[in-house]
Nanobody
Framework: QVQLVESGGGVVQEGGSLKLSCVAS????????MGWFRQAPGKEREFVTA????????EYADSVKGRFTISRGDTKNTVYLQMDSLKTEDSAIYYC???????????????WGQGTQVTVSS
């Protein structure tokens, strides 16, 4: 089993920055790909970004490329999401997810955090 706990959400003005963190615990967590999804009110949950367990491979949704950066901590059980140039449409609940590989994470991640709210005000 893998447990994921997100933190770092909050309210920020448009154009501002925010950094989310996700700490994973459980068996073999350092060998999992990790990533972020988000869900805005009335919309389906959507993929945002993911990183392989080595950190060598990353993927981003087109809507956040060039603005968001995913990274892993030195101990590999923490993943960060640096969000810059935030837009009002980035407002959503952000969820951390984990799976063995990025492809599985994007399609059917087995492990999820509880989510953290990000609100971008105009």
């Amino acid at each position: 089993q893998v447990q994921l706990v997100e933190s770092g959400g909050g309210v920020v003005q448009e154009g501002g920055s925010l950094k989310l963190s996700c700490v994973a615990s459980g068996s073999s967590v350092t060998k999992y790909a990790m990533g972020w999804f988000r869900q805005a009110p009335g919309k389906e949950r959507e993929f945002v970004t993911a990183i392989s367990w080595t950190g060598a491979t990353t993927e981003y949704a087109d809507s956040v490329k060039g603005r968001f950066t995913i990274s892993r901590g030195d101990t590999k059980n923490t993943v960060y999401l640096q969000m810059d140039s935030l837009k009002t449409e980035d407002s959503a609940i952000y969820y951390c997810a984990a799976a063995y590989v990025i492809a599985t994470l994007k399609d059917s991640a087995p492990y999820w955090g509880q989510g953290t709210q990000v609100t971008v005000s105009s």
